[in-house]
């Protein structure tokens, strides 16, 4: 091996970094996700009471 080679340490080998930013970027998604999930619950149960119920005709009705 020529002995102008350079070692790369296995600091500068990495590919990125783990520690507290991954985390936060990870527990901000989760919390962005649950409030999202919220949201669209909520949305739904609007929209439950808002529409109007349909009842099947009676059997015995004489007029049909």
């Known amino acids: 091996m020529p002995e102008t080679e350079r ?8 590919q990125g970094r ?5 985390l936060m970027v990870l527990v901000c998604g ?7 999930w919220w949201g669209v619950e909520v ?7 808002q529409q ?7 059997q015995d009705d004489p007029t049909g």
Not at 18 to 22: E, I, N
Not at 30 to 36: D, E, H, I, N
């Open 7 to 14: 070692k790369t340490t296995p600091e500068e080998a990495r």
């Open 18 to 22: 783990r520690g507290f930013p991954v």
């Open 30 to 36: 989760l919390l962005l996700a649950a409030v999202v």
């Open 43 to 49: 949305y739904g149960l609007m929209l439950d009471d």
């Open 52 to 58: 109007a119920i349909e009842l099947p005709a009676a």
